[in-house]
Structure formats: structure tokens, C-alpha cells
């Protein structure tokens, strides 16, 4: 990441929350066009936010939509603990992002709206879009985030300006490129159980209009939880080595034509998520040791193999030529990924079989492997786009995507087995083809009016089988399951009415209509059960208004907006329960309401304060729809629809629950103070996040909950222009809080990232 200003420079934390997020745009994007000192470009105000949300650069301040933006130097002292791209949850408001396979399987929700399935081919209705290409597979939109020159979030349904359609949101990213002044940098930082984090970029002019950038990132952890029974180590687990390279070259010919090919590569290996048997007891949702006593995150009591492998790489090409009113625009780029993660799934030791077992009650042990031998995604994009500033503007464009997967999965008869007594497979291929097109104008009174729309097809074909199945039949699994396959496919016309208006030169107002979608959906993990299910198109009407201002001689930036969105047929999946099956289902409705406000402040010379909240009512409006009750004796607070009759579990109404994951309240906030000594300054820099209650279930219950999480993190440091040295520490009060859980077996939890203390040094070249 780039290093043109210290983490807690004046002008980082200014632009901090920049539409409310606790990040700072990078200083090099705001400093004015000036010799002055960092402190002194403070003093002259907060600065504009530059985005590119709508394909083209403009103040954030400018645009008729939710718009947060999370600048690369404020990410670089959340990541220098180790974190991975989950470290965004909660930073931009509206944004929360988890993972129930830690650093390589993400999971993005937007307004409440996202999707807890764990399954490999998940469909999510918030979009990862990395320097314009679309992410699709969760096991891509793990690529980490590395010499960036800005982050994203864009709220609501999107779709009629970019390559693929969304209903919830999109979180963007773009890299730094070659040429131009982009800087040549080194960071490393070390922490609390060897926890490194190594990052360097330099680029170069080669001559003849050609230029070269090279980036890369590693990141790495020893293992620091104990497994209390394996006497041979102290430490055996969440240890990993994430390594990841980017090469771009950069050809520009002429004034109107350029081309810039890029290569990527992401080899990550390490430990599978850490479940933890009963970490809550029956009736609570507090955490408790191994021992029931104090909870302790480096403790956990194991008897499974436990490993995670991930390689990734990339190639693309992007194009533009300049034909005088407009510009045309190539996005050529193909993927390739695969995966092999094994976990102790109970989370425990032995079962109720063996002749030891614990922590608490364990009925059975639960051991699998899910693979990606092998995922293969290709995406075109061909867009056109007016090149005036003013008056009419117009773009449109084709979007072509084209993605084969195939996953493996395995059941083991016992948690130390290396040949599994079941395989599943499944194998899809999906297609989508978009057009779409908007066009906008400025009038001379301030008002800015646009309209976008946007033709979508997408079809898929689904096979899925269990082809070898040696468990015992009283088990209840029935042998194997030959071929079985699907197809669906829509056709859904999208479309977006947007206005922005100036009433002074301080305050704009805006409001926002949006008609979002998402294909349908197919899934078949055929390890437990027999069945394929499908899941109908949703569709997302959103509402929103708002208004951005900048006041007192622009020292103060506050921007207030407010959403209202009904989804019909909305995708819901039953994840685990007493039948530990993944079904998909749609809701009839779910409505979602609230506002996110974000203030950016600045009272004095060298001090900011930022602030971001957002309120998030999401609720399931489907009368009689009900999903299995957890397998693990949990206390369901819904309605029964279905009693339990023998080995079939209970069903309950879901009905006027919130959406899983999807917290009411969260809020962000930052202090940043720098003061000019010697020939650099010394800065302080503190960040913190806050979420309220969040289920991890469709069903509601006391134990699979969280209250609230609060992580706050300290940044203390002295740089000049060319190097900044520091000392920091991530979840500096040591919080201790469930992030998600599994329900088919006992009550197993997963917890978030332990206090990290550490230092850091960087140089800017």
C-alpha cells in the first residue's frame, strides 16, 4: 500500500470517514497543488473526496447515491495485525463481511442483505469488483488487498454502470497503477505471535510509452492455539502464510489509445476456521472455556486433521481508445482458482462413543474436507462513455461471464482418517449476459438528473452426485446418489432513476430509485442429504434520499441518507440445523429500513475526528415459512410449525425475524492527532468499531447470538517524507465475541481476531 502520508497524518484522518468510514483516502489523492506541509494543507480545509462509483471521477459529495470510500492508509493499520479482508466489517457503515472458513471464503452483507451459506458455489448479492472485474465465487473474493489506490462501498442495487448486477451493494477496488507519480514503497510490520506483514511496490518506465508496476504482499502467523490434547506441541492451530503478487504493464502509444496487462497470483496455506464445542452453555450466548469456566482463545480441545490450501491467479487486459466525443473501454480478464480445506467440524474431542470426549456433550464426531480441484471464471466487458464534463452524458456497454466450478466434498469415519467413507460432487456452469446503459444531465441550476438500465440474462446447469458411501445404513444416509441435474435460468430487465441536487455550494441533496436482482440459484451438497434445491430470481426495489454538506469554511463534512427496500422472493439458506441439510428457499418478502450518517470533522490544526453510524430493520415478512431447529440443544425463541418426530427435527416460523448477520446498530469512529517535530511529525491515530446484537441463524435462539462487539485499535508513530516507523495494537481491549456458529451437532462457535501488539516500519522511494 502506498505511503505518501503517515497513517495519522492531518489529511488521512480528515478524509477519514469520507461518507462515513473510518478510513482515510490517501493524502497524495486531497493534498492541494502546493508546496505546503502536510499540517498546513490541513489547515486549509477537509479536502474533496475523489471516487470513480459512477466509471468516471467525481466528488463524492457530487454523486446521487451511498458512497463510502475506504482509502488504502487507514487499511494499512488495520492489516498490519494480520487481518485479512474481514478487517472492513464494520468500517464502512451498512457493511458487515465474516467467514466461516477464516481468510479464504468471505462473505460480504450490505443493509442486512447477504447470505450465510458456506457452501462453495453460494450465490451473494453483494458484488466484490477488483479494478473492474467481478469476483463472483467466494473463494475469489478472498484475494487480499494490496497496493490499492481506493476502496468503494457502494449501498443499494447496482448494475446499469457496471459489468455485472447487484441487489445489496458492491465493494470496489482499484489498484495503484503504473506511470504517473505513483510511489515506490516498503512496509513491514511485526506483531504478537509472529504475526508479519511484508509489503513492497515499485514500478518503472522502460521507455517507448511503456511502463511496469510490481506489488506483492505477504502475510504470516505462527500457530498460537493450543489443542490441550495433543501433549507433543504447545501450539498447533490458525497459523497461515498468505502470499500474493501483482505485475501490471502499461503501453500508451498515443494520446488516445492504452493498454495495461495484468498477471495476479494468490498461494495461501495454513489452518481451516477454529470451531470451538460448546462455547456457549444451554440458555447463554457467553463464551466459556474448555473447562467451563473463563473462556480462553487459545484454547481449544481437537482430534481432526486441520489444514486450508488456496491458489489463485489472474490474467486481464484493459483497454481504451479515445475517439474524440467518447471513449471506448475493454475488460478482458480470466480467473483461476482451487481449494482443499479440512476442519474439525465438531469442534471437540471423541463423542459420546469414545471413552473420553468434551468439551460438554458431543453425539457424534463430525469430520469433512470440502475442495476446488479446479474453478475457471472468464468476463468481458465492452463500454462506451461520452468524455464531456457537462451537459449530456451517456454510457453503455455489453457484459459477457462465463464461470465453470466443480467441488468436491468428504465425510471421514473417523476424525484422523485419511480415506473418506463418502464423496459428493458437484459441477456448475453458469453464463450471464448483460447490457446496459445510463445517461445523465446537468443543468445550469444545479440539478443533475440520470437514468440507467439494464437487460440481464443469466442461465446455469447443475449436476451433483455422492457416487461412494460407506457408512453404516443406521446412519441414515441412505448410500450413494447418482447424477442428478438441474438448470435455471431468467430474464430480468433492471433499472435505476437517480437526481442530485445543489442547493448552495455547501449542501447537496439527493435521492435515489433502484430496481435490483439476482439470478437463480441452485444447490446440491449431496454429502448428508439427497436432494437438489433451487431458488427463485429475487428482485430488490430500494428507495433512498439524503443530503451532503460541507460546512464551517469547510472544516466539517456530515451526510445523512436514508434507505427503504422491499425484496420479493428473496433467497434464503438453511444452513445445518438437526438435519444438517443446505436448502434453499425464498421468502416471500423482506423489508429493510434505515440511514447511514457520516461526519468528518476538523476543530483545530493537526486534530480529526470522524464518526460513521448506520441503522440497519431487516425483517422476514413470509408467514408460514419455517426452517429445521438446531441439532445441538439450543433454546429456539420462534414458533413451532412442525413438531419433531424421531430423527426429523422440529421446524419453526421464521417469519418477522431479522436476517441473519445483519446487525441493527453499528458505528465507526476515529482520533487523529499530528504535531510537527524535528524534520517530521509525531501522530497518534486511534480507530474503533461497534455492532449491536447479531443471529447466526434464520431461527432466532438464545445461544446462536451475539450481544455486541466493540474492537478498537492505537497508532503511535513519527515519519518523515520518506519513512514512518510506529508501534500499534489491534482489538487493543482484547474483546471476546462469537462471530458464527454450527448448529447440527453441539453448540459450537467461532470468535473474532485476538489483541495484536506489534511495530512497524515503512519507506516511501
Known amino acids: 500500500m502506498r ?15 469520507a461518507a462515513a468510514t473510518a478510513f482515510a483516502m490517501p493524502a497524495h489523492a486531497q493534498a492541494t497543488a502546493d508546496d505546503d506541509t502536510a499540517i498546513q494543507d490541513a489547515e486549509e480545509g ?22 463510502a470510500t475506504v482509502g488504502d492508509d487507514t487499511l494499512a493499520a488495520v492489516t498490519a495485525g494480520g487481518a485479512d479482508i474481514r478487517g472492513l466489517a464494520g468500517r464502512v457503515p451498512s457493511l458487515n463481511v465474516e467467514s466461516s472458513f477464516g481468510r479464504t471464503f468471505p462473505r460480504f452483507y450490505i443493509r442486512g442483505l447477504g447470505n450465510t451459506d458456506f457452501d462453495l458455489n453460494a450465490s451473494q448479492p453483494v458484488s466484490l469488483v477488483y479494478d473492474e472485474v467481478v469476483l463472483e465465487n467466494p473463494i475469489l473474493k478472498g484475494f487480499p488487498a494490496f497496493d490499492l489506490d481506493r476502496i468503494e462501498v457502494l449501498r443499494g442495487p447496482q448494475g446499469t454502470l457496471f459489468g455485472r448486477n447487484t441487489p445489496a451493494g458492491i465493494v470496489k477496488f482499484d489498484t495503484v497503477k503504473p506511470g504517473g507519480s505513483a510511489d515506490n514503497i516498503f512496509r513491514a510490520s511485526w506483531g504478537s505471535y509472529n504475526t508479519i506483514n511484508v509489503e513492497a511496490a515499485v514500478g518503472f518506465d522502460i521507455g517507448n510509452s511503456v511502463s511496469v508496476r510490481a506489488s506483492s504482499l505477504w502475510q504470516h502467523r505462527d500457530d498460537w492455539i493450543d489443542n490441550v490434547d495433543d501433549l507433543l506441541d504447545d501450539n498447533d492451530l490458525e497459523g497461515y502464510d498468505d502470499i500474493a503478487g501483482r505485475l501490471q504493464i502499461a503501453i500508451d502509444p498515443s ?39 473463563d473462556f480462553d482463545r487459545r484454547e481449544v480441545r481437537h482430534d481432526g486433521v486441520n489444514f486450508q490450501n488456496l491458489e489463485s491467479w489472474n490474467v486481464g487486459a484493459h483497454a481504451d481508445y479515445d475517439f474524440g466525443p467518447a471513449t471506448l473501454y475493454s475488460v478482458t480478464s480470466y480467473w483461476n482458482g482451487n481449494l482443499q480445506s479440512r476442519g474439525d467440524i465438531d469442534g471437540g474431542f471423541g463423542n459420546v462413543f469414545a471413552p473420553d470426549m468434551g468439551p460438554g456433550f458431543i453425539p457424534f464426531s463430525a469430520q469433512s474436507q470440502d475442495n476446488v480441484p479446479s474453478l475457471d471464471q472468464f468476463t468481458q466487458e465492452v463500454r462506451i462513455a461520452s468524455n464531456n464534463a457537462r451537459g449530456l452524458g451517456y454510457q453503455a456497454g455489453v457484459f459477457y461471464f462465463n464461470e465453470k466450478l466443480d467441488i468436491s466434498s468428504f465425510d471421514f469415519g473417523t476424525p484422523q482418517d485419511l480415506e473418506p467413507s463418502a464423496i459428493a460432487l458437484q459441477r456448475q456452469e453458469s453464463e450471464a449476459l448483460g447490457i446496459f446503459g445510463s445517461v445523465n444531465y446537468e443543468f445550469d441550476n444545479g440539478l443533475n438528473l440520470q437514468a440507467g438500465i439494464r437487460y440481464n440474462h443469466d442461465e446455469r446447469d447443475f449436476s451433483a452426485s455422492r457416487p461412494e458411501d460407506k457408512r453404516p445404513g443406521f446412519l441414515g444416509f441412505g448410500g450413494p446418489v447418482p447424477t442428478m441435474t438441474r ?41 448428508f442429504g439427497r436432494d437438489i434445491s433451487i431458488a427463485d430470481s429475487e428482485t430488490t426495489m430500494s428507495y433512498e434520499a439524503g443530503i451532503k454538506t460541507e460546512l464551517l469554511d469547510n472544516r466539517v463534512r456530515f451526510n445523512l441518507g436514508g434507505y427503504h427496500f422491499v425484496t420479493e422472493d428473496l433467497q434464503l439458506t438453511a444452513v445445518g440445523g438437526g438435519n444438517n441439510f443446505t436448502t434453499l428457499l425464498n421468502a416471500d418478502k423482506v423489508r429493510g429500513q434505515g440511514f447511514e450518517a457520516e461526519l468528518t470533522a476538523k476543530p483545530t490544526p493537526g486534530l480529526t475526528l470522524t464518526g460513521g453510524l448506520s441503522y440497519n430493520d431487516t425483517e422476514i415478512d413470509s408467514p408460514g415459512l419455517g426452517v429445521a431447529g438446531c441439532g445441538a440443544p439450543c433454546t429456539v425463541k420462534d414458533p413451532v410449525l412442525v413438531p419433531a418426530v424421531g430423527f426429523n427435527p422440529a421446524i ?12 441493527k446498530w453499528t458505528a465507526n469512529w476515529t482520533a487523529g492527532y499530528e504535531h510537527p517535530w524535528g524534520v517530521g ?9 461497534y455492532r449491536s446484537k447479531i443471529n447466526f441463524f434464520l431461527y432466532e435462539s438464545v445461544e446462536f447470538s451475539d450481544d455486541h462487539l466493540m474492537e478498537g485499535g492505537l497508532r503511535i508513530g513519527y515519519r518523515t517524507d520518506t519513512y514512518d516507523v510506529a508501534a500499534f495494537v489491534r482489538n487493543i481491549t482484547n474483546n471476546e465475541s462469537a462471530v458464527g456458529g454450527i448448529d447440527f451437532n453441539n453448540l459450537t462457535g467461532f470468535v473474532n481476531e485476538p489483541r495484536i501488539f506489534g511495530v512497524e516500519i515503512g519507506f516511501t522511494l
Open 487 to 527: 438448470s435455471v435460468e431468467d430474464d430480468v430487465i433492471t433499472w435505476d432513476v437517480a437526481a442530485n441536487y445543489a442547493a448552495s455550494d455547501d449542501v447537496n441533496l439527493y435521492a435515489r430509485v433502484a430496481r435490483g436482482y439476482r439470478a437463480p440459484s441452485i444447490q446440491g451438497r449431496l454429502l
Open 652 to 663: 419453526f416460523e421464521i417469519d418477522g425475524n431479522p436476517l441473519p448477520q445483519a446487525p
Open 46 to 67: 477537509i479536502g474533496a473526496i475523489v471516487i470513480t462509483a459512477q466509471r468516471r471521477e467525481q466528488d463524492l459529495q457530487d454523486v446521487p447515491i451511498s458512497v
Open 3 to 17: 505511503f505518501t502520508q503517515p497513517l495519522t497524518s492531518p489529511l488521512t484522518s480528515l478524509a477519514a470517514v
Open 681 to 689: 511529525d509525531l501522530y497518534f491515530f486511534t480507530d474503533w468499531y
Open 255 to 293: 494520446d488516445t489509445f492504452s493498454l495495461r496487462l495484468v498477471g495476479q497470483l494468490r498461494d495461501q496455506r495454513g489452518s481451516a476456521r477454529i470451531f470451538r464445542a460448546n462455547s456457549f452453555a444451554t440458555g447463554s450466548n457467553e463464551l466459556i472455556g474448555i473447562d467451563g469456566g
